[in-house]
């Protein structure tokens, strides 16, 4: 296990293995093979476009995100899903580095598309002592230097949940329940804690969860709009760029046995298996 | 330091995770003087497309009309054109037309090959101050009487106010009786920037119209706002409420953000005399089902396009019925069917709520979802002769077990004692295995 991203994959497929057997997902086997399939298929594709060796881990992570996540009607969609996830790590790259955690744009794609939708509530209250565990085990054994970044997203976003509530006068009730959601926990343990697509510096980091969590706290309170944590990761990992050249710092890097290269080689892919969680 | 933070922060996961749910409130009725009042079970229509939203609202109010007084919070102000009062009838037919329905079927002769539908029953729920002087307070208080109208039945006041503690005691003077935790609430909406909508029943109007009930009361605004305030209600209401919630959109399915919506149990054979008990039936799933899950769901009991239904409980509403439910982008879109309503689709969900499971107000969101669903029971009545041939002879072996499997899922779905179900049953004349000697398992592999 000396790649975290073997955990996560085992964290994923238990959590989607619950979620189906458990919480009725809207998810048939047929989409979950399709989303793996697509995945790695395009994943396959794409390296050998760019000349790279091809990696089954995080394309296997993405797309089981995907399932997890996204709901689709139609096979298309499903498709369709998972070509723009993977395909936006190759395509969408600035300094070397994709700019967006690829399940997230992946979502929001299918989300402006009008092609699919995600259910945050589908995980009920129950899941929650299932998830913190998991999410914290995964943490343990990460050990990756990027759980800051969910750390601080964990004391940043609560806290503005907290603040609106005590501003309204409203019972702790109505916070602990805004909290008590696995779409939260999921966000916060599998998707801004993406190494990839986070700022490289520790305080560019928690910049970064503090924007998260003043966006998704806009998104929500503003604009009345669900799924405010995915368009809120969205819209800041734009300004992720701006954040590493402000505090600049070493790029992360799988534990994995590939040399690293310099990011100034245009073949700088091979140093960047892509992608933590959902990448 | 950073052991620190860690600690923090794990010490709060383990606090939301073991923290008890705190008692808060929710609903839609406020009790004047010290009427008690019937607001168990509440439906509400809401039609919705682009921002904007047509509330129908009902409850079976039993109380004296003139104690009748509600307060209900919405996001914007309302003009007299927004408020309208609809005929009971609508939301009487939308409920028979997504009811959960029982279906029966008669077995064919098994020496022939045939295969009938013959009936379907629709499963009903059971049945379902002087002005100026008024204007002057409100103003001394920080409030605002931005309305008033008379719409129907109704006397309605439009409100605004700046803290809570002016409106709850406006209220109080103008005759209303409020639970205790209101003012909380109030003061909530207000900082949410809410405007509150006030009816009580205007008798001479009342008179006049010459019902016994009330009808139900319609606002239409825009909001990117899609949600019900629930947190009201639960402040007066003895336990549980029961809430209906019809959405009608253009899409799709709808269903909750804040809390997790689930499909009731659905497609399944249950013995026959359900069909005598069938509300009793419904009410005891539904029951069954919500203590299995804690009481902490909503429940989808139908999803499905307005312009058909298979099998049909009552008619799908037509265009004119939707129109008064306030499906407003029926024009734009092209008709079909003959000129039955297309583009709304349907969702029922019921919920069964009170201030310790449910102390948000009810976010929705429309999916892209637009597959159908429905609570569909059904009954198979065995075929009375014996069958004169082999599949015959096997098909009333069969039997006994199937009557079994039956007896088991209805008490799974309800939580009825499996020995009273069996006993019934048997008063029936049904069989069940251990009466019956089985086949040996070979007998059948080459014959």
Not at chain 2, 107 to 135: H, I, Q, W, Y
Not at chain 2, 211 to 216: G, M
Not at chain 2, 331 to 359: C, M, N, W
Not at chain 2, 411 to 417: F, I, P, R
Request: proline share 6%; glycine share 6%.
């Amino acid at each position: 296990m000396s790649d975290p991203r073997h955990y996560q994959i085992a964290v994923l497929g238990s959590l989607l293995a619950y979620g189906c057997l458990a919480l009725d997902f809207a998810v048939g086997w047929h989409q979950i093979v399709t989303l793996v399939l697509v995945a790695l298929g395009t994943q396959m594709l794409a390296s050998r476009w760019v000349d790279i060796p091809f990696d089954w881990r995080s394309p296997l992570i993405s797309s089981l995100s995907l399932c997890l996540l996204l709901r689709t009607e139609t096979a298309s969609a499903t498709v369709l899903a998972a070509v723009i996830t993977i395909a936006s790590k190759f395509l969408i790259r600035l300094r070397g580095k994709h700019v967006f955690n690829p399940t997230n744009f992946g979502l929001i794609a299918i989300l402006l598309l009008d092609a699919g939708w995600v259910s945050p509530g589908q995980w009920g209250s129950a899941a929650l002592a299932a998830f913190a565990f998991a999410g914290l085990g995964g943490l343990v054994v990460f050990r990756a230097r990027r759980a800051d970044v969910t750390w601080a997203f964990l004391l940043f976003y609560p806290a503005l949940l907290l603040a609106r509530a005590i501003w309204l006068g409203d019972p702790m009730a109505i916070p602990l329940h805004q909290l008590q959601s696995g779409a939260l926990l999921l966000f916060a343990f599998f998707m801004i804690s993406d190494p990839k697509t986070t700022p490289d510096r520790r305080s560019g980091r928690i910049l970064f969860a503090l924007l998260v969590a003043l966006t998704a706290g806009f998104i929500r309170f503003v604009l009345f709009q669900p799924n405010e944590l995915l368009w809120a990761l969205v819209c800041c990992s734009m300004l992720t760029p701006l954040i590493d050249r402000m505090l600049p710092a070493e790029r992360y890097r799988w534990q994995t046995a590939i040399p690293p290269l310099s990011d100034s080689d245009p073949t700088a892919f091979r140093v960047q298996p892509k992608g933590v969680l959902a990448s | 330091m950073k052991r620190q933070i860690l600690l923090a922060v794990t010490t709060l996961c383990v606090a939301l995770i073991a923290a008890p749910p705190v008692a808060a409130f929710c609903g839609f009725y406020v009790a004047k003087a010290d009427t008690r009042l019937f607001n168990e079970a509440s439906q509400v229509a809401i039609a919705r497309h682009d921002g904007k939203t047509v509330l129908t609202m009902a409850n079976d109010y039993r109380g004296e009309l003139e104690e009748f007084a509600i307060v209900i919070p919405v996001p914007t102000l309302l003009e007299r054109e927004q408020i309208n009062v609809a005929d009971k009838r609508l939301l009487d037919h939308l409920d028979a037309y997504s009811s959960p329905r029982l279906v029966e079927y008669y077995d064919e002769n098994p020496c022939r090959r045939r295969f009938d539908m013959l009936k379907v029953a629709p499963m009903g729920r059971s049945k379902t101050a002087d002005v100026a002087e008024m204007e002057a307070r409100a103003r001394s208080l920080g409030v605002t009487i931005e309305a008033e109208y008379t719409v129907g039945e109704y006397d309605i006041v439009i409100l605004s106010a700046r803290e809570s503690d002016g409106l709850t005691t406006f209220l109080k003077e103008t005759g209303y009786k409020l639970p205790s935790g209101a003012e909380r609430v109030l003061g909530s909406y207000i900082r949410q920037d809410m405007k509150f909508f006030l009816a009580k029943v205007n008798l001479e109007e009342q008179a006049r119209q010459g019902t016994t009930y009330l009808r139900p009361l319609q606002v239409a605004f825009e909001s990117p706002k899609f949600m019900l305030p629930i947190r009201l209600g639960t402040l007066n209401a003895e336990g549980q409420q029961e809430l209906f919630v019809y959405t009608l959109t253009r899409e799709g399915r709808v269903e909750t953000t804040n809390y997790r919506t689930v499909k009731l149990p659905t497609d399944v054979d249950v013995p026959a005399f359900v069909k005598r008990d069938f509300g009793k039936f419904y009410k005891a799933m539904f029951e069954e089902q919500t203590r299995k899950h804690d009481g902490r769901v909503v429940f989808q009991e139908y999803a499905w396009n307005m312009a058909w239904c298979d099998p049909c409980a009552a008619d799908p509403l037509s265009r004119d019925q939707l129109q008064q439910l306030g499906v407003f982008w029926l024009d734009e879109s092209p008709q079909q069917f003959g000129g039955q309503a297309q583009q709304v689709f349907i969702t029922r969900l019921h919920l069964r709520y009170d201030g310790k499971r449910f102390p948000e107000d009810l976010m929705f969101q429309e999916t892209s979802d637009n597959s159908n669903f429905q609570g569909r029971y059904v009954v198979r009545h065995p075929f009375p002769g014996y069958g004169d041939c082999e599949r015959g002879r096997r098909y009333r072996e069969q039997l006994p077990e199937r009557r079994e499997k039956e007896a088991q899922t209805l008490a799974n779905l309800t939580g009825w004692e499996i020995g009273d179900i069996r006993a019934r049953m048997e008063g029936e004349g049904v069989e069940f295995p251990a009466d019956a000697p089985k086949e040996p398992w070979w007998k059948r592999i080459w014959n």
